[in-house]
């Protein structure tokens, strides 16, 4: 797994407190787990670097890096989120491809500050739909499609849809964003059947960005006309 090679600082007792108080009881995968987590260290610091992030989370290593950086892309707040995490995830996915074991962003990107309110808002928009997939993943099921080459190759789908995500496409986050989050989830849940599946979901959203960007090219020529 690639983890970030920063330091890990352990948690407060109040912080430790503010993510029991946050976490919902019927929450058991570690991705919908993790999540509230990170909403309750960025409530109790008052928002986080995109760096912070994937520092205190670096331990659930790569899955996790890929699923953060996804869910805001089509989280409703405004502002340029999809463009600036998908640069940051297509950053990612290249380093996962080439199997290194630390994670390299410019400091633009680390140093990138999300309000506490915004971490927030992602994680409850987010995390129901997760829990939702994390019902359906069996830990251990074709393992093999979970390990460390696996996730290199993994990096390959990854990137493309990352670059999908950065661009201003309509309507074009949505598919990218769930196969993303399935690969991720069923990564850390260990369960390569769901992989195979978030795979086939990416071929569905490369088929539908196609889609739409003919449309649009098809639109754009008749206006022209």
């Known amino acids: 797994m690639v983890c970030i090679a920063l330091p890990i600082r352990a948690q407060t007792a109040k912080e430790q407190k503010t993510v029991q108080d946050n976490q919902p009881r019927e929450s058991k995968g ?3 787990t993790r999540l ?26 790569t899955a996790f890096i890929i699923l953060f950086l996804a869910l ?29 074991q630390t994670i390299w962003l410019p400091q633009s990107l680390r140093r990138r500050r999300i309000s506490s309110a915004i971490i927030s ?7 129901p739909i997760i829990a939702r997939v994390e019902r ?18 993994l990096g390959i789908p990854v990137f493309l849809l990352a670059v999908i995500i950065a661009l201003p496409i309509p309507f074009g986050n949505l598919m ?25 979901l990416s071929v569905v959203a490369f088929g539908v960005t196609f889609g739409l960007l003919y449309a649009g090219a098809s639109m754009l020529a008749a206006v022209q006309a």
């Open 30 to 32: 570690i991705a919908s």
């Open 36 to 61: 509230y987590e990170l909403a309750a260290l960025s409530q109790s610091r008052g928002g986080l670097e995109i760096g912070d992030i994937l520092s205190a989370m670096g331990q659930t290593g």
């Open 72 to 100: 805001p892309a089509i989280t409703p707040i405004p502002g340029p989120f999809g463009m600036v995490f998908g640069t940051a995830l297509a950053l990612v996915s290249l380093q996962i491809i080439v199997g290194r």
């Open 121 to 127: 808002r992602i994680v409850q928009h987010a995390a």
């Open 136 to 153: 359906h993943m069996r830990p251990g099921r074709l393992e093999a499609f979970t390990g460390t080459s696996v996730q290199m190759l």
């Open 176 to 200: 990218p964003v769930f196969a993303l989050t399935v690969i991720a989830v069923a990564l850390m849940e260990r369960d390569g059947l769901i992989t195979l599946m978030g795979l086939v």
